[in-house]
């Protein structure tokens, strides 16, 4: 058995285990995310995120959720890998480019006193055609007929780098749903074969044109507290059903991020997303093997 450093941190209550991947690597990532993020047996967590080497960026990110599928991106996992880097000074530039499975972000630390208190991320231009999302659909999927048990719900869909289906809801009903029924709801769409890649699922009310509220449920790791991609999925989705402006906060139940889409000269843009970065606590854990890094990077 060989022991791994490990730091746990959180933003908008979304957590993470974060592992310093520079010289050596956990062998099987995935079964130590599966193994880690139990919230019993584990450490506990939405997942496990590696720091790691990059040949085109600052830095690398190679994210694992619960289930210990590879996640492409996670908007708040990459403000806490930011922080994490620029206070082990692993990274110090600001902004900080990012190298991630959705491609290379921007991430600006937003320093207070020299400490890291929020950070915006350049999260780029969403994905709006269908079978890029991916989805079973060609051309942008808004307000979309999805038929599921007992019921059809009106979805919009949008990449983000990883794929979110998100719905529109009139009142709180679905935010008084119990856990176990959350559950069924989110795992129907997750696994609906419109989404061959699965996909994240977004429950939206619109309490003002610069305000939403918003349950998710997230591809391999269920429901969680925030979810920073699937805040920027929302705002797109509002806008583009024109429920919401350009520049809106987005409240989770861990808490509140800040997102903005600016229109460009073709009304689309990168979006942004901001908010908090906060370390948990360190600690060491026994994993079955590492390896060495591989130094091509």
């Not at 941190?9 to 880690?36: E, H, K, S, T, W």
Request: net charge negative.
């Amino acid at each position: 058995m060989s022991k791994l450093a490990f730091t746990k941190m959180q933003g908008c209550g979304n957590d993470y285990i974060f592992v310093v991947a520079d010289r050596m690597r956990p062998v099987d990532p995935a079964g130590l995310a599966r193994c880690l993020s139990d919230r019993h047996f584990g450490v506990g967590a939405d997942g496990l995120i590696l720091l790691t080497p990059s040949a085109v960026a600052d830095i690398g990110m190679e994210m694992y959720n619960a289930d210990g599928s590879r996640g492409e991106m996670c908007g708040n996992g990459i403000r806490c890998l930011a922080r994490l880097a620029h206070e082990r000074g692993l990274a110090r530039k600001n902004p900080l480019a990012v190298e991630t499975d959705a491609g290379i972000r921007a991430v600006t630390l937003h320093l207070t006193g020299g400490v890291p208190s929020l950070a915006t991320v350049d999260m780029g231009e969403p994905i709006l055609e269908g079978r890029r999302i991916p989805a079973g659909a060609d051309g942008p999927i808004i307000d979309y007929p999805l038929k599921l048990e007992g019921r059809t719900v009106s979805i919009t869909a949008v990449s983000m780098g990883n794929p979110h289906c998100v719905t529109f809801v009139d009142d709180d009903s679905v935010f008084t749903l119990s856990d176990s029924a959350f559950a069924e709801l989110g795992q129907q769409i997750e696994h609906h074969p419109f989404f061959p890649r699965r996909v994240n699922a977004e429950f939206v009310r619109v309490a003002a044109p610069d305000r939403l509220k918003v349950r998710v449920w997230e591809r391999g790791s269920g429901e969680t507290m925030a979810c920073g991609s699937g805040a920027c999925a929302t705002l797109v989705a509002a806008v583009l059903t024109e429920r919401a402006e350009r520049r809106a906060k987005v409240e989770l139940r861990g808490g509140q991020v800040e997102i903005e889409w600016p229109a460009n000269s073709l009304g689309k843009g990168h979006v942004f997303l901001t908010g908090d970065a906060v370390e948990v606590f360190n600690g060491e854990v026994e994993v079955d093997g590492l390896e060495p890094v591989n130094d091509a990077a």
